[in-house]
């Protein structure tokens, strides 16, 4: 398929090197968002600005609090100003409200889709100058094996994740001119307070976070961090129905 001539071409991005970075990580008060802020000090990232919507319950040493509801235009835009020397962001904050989409309560629905998707895209569009200003930066949206597949009782979030990955992949060709790396980073579910009511197999946070970092300073597009994200990625070239009689044989 040919393109306008004007349309934006996309390039291999440069790793970002995370020594010496400045990082803000959404959600960072728990879960993987803190698993995040932790593992980019340890990388020697100069600064990590780890926000919550409450950031005195941020609790990790050598991390700098900040005040962030990313569902809050204006928060995301002071947080913006405060944070001006950043060279990555990690938008991690999510929400999964356990909700179908033809049964399930609406305001769920919709609340889902006003984080996992809006927010995001608060985040990018504020953040996208300051990451310009040092040259390109880079963005990791944290995913989900989800954005590829249904899930009795969480269609909301699987529609919202499905929504997150296609802004993910439209914003990377957006950047590309100013030289930002945008990463996706898809996972199953994991042993955090997220997945809690989940009663399936979950893994170790903490190589999932592992494999998104190493995917930035690789300049990696995009990150399968689990044998269940990299099964279901390679499903989609298929019959969904066996994809689906797989998920079925599991909740049974």
């Known amino acids: 398929m040919s393109t306008p001539d004007s349309a934006p071409t996309t ?28 593992q980019l000090l340890d990388r020697g990232a100069r600064r990590v600005y780890a926000t919550a919507r409450r950031p005195e319950t941020i609790d990790l040493p050598g991390a700098v609090p900040l005040r962030l509801d990313v569902t809050d235009p204006d928060q995301v835009r002071a947080a913006a100003d405060a944070a ?20 399930g309560d609406l305001a769920a629905v ?3 889709m006003e984080t996992n998707f809006w927010g995001t895209l608060h985040v990018v569009r504020a953040f996208a100058p300051a990451l310009a200003a040092h040259g390109g930066g880079a963005i990791l949206n944290v995913l989900s094996a989800q ?7 969480t269609n909301g979030y699987h529609s919202s ?11 990377r060709m957006e950047l590309a001119g100013q030289g930002t790396l945008v990463t996706a980073l898809h996972l199953g579910a994991v042993d955090t307070d997220f997945s809690a009511a989940y009663d399936g197999p979950k893994g170790d946070p903490a190589p999932v976070v592992r494999a998104g970092l ?5 300049g990696a597009a995009e990150v399968l961090a689990d044998e269940w994200s990299t099964h279901v ?13 797989e998920i079925r044989a599991g909740i049974v």
């Open 84 to 103: 001006g020397d950043v060279t990555l962001v990690v938008n991690n904050a999510g929400v999964s409200h356990w909700t179908d989409l033809v049964t």
């Open 233 to 245: 990625k390679k499903s989609l070239a298929e019959d969904p129905t066996r994809l689906y009689e």
């Open 147 to 153: 954005s590829w597949h249904a899930y009795p009782a």
């Open 161 to 171: 994740k499905a929504a997150q990955w296609a802004l993910t992949n439209a914003v």
């Open 11 to 38: 390039h291999p991005s440069p790793g970002l090197p995370l020594d010496g970075a400045v990082a803000l990580v959404t959600g960072a008060n728990r879960g993987l968002g803190r698993h995040f802020a932790r």
């Open 214 to 218: 190493d995917g930035i300073e690789a």
């Open 110 to 112: 919709r609340a889902e």
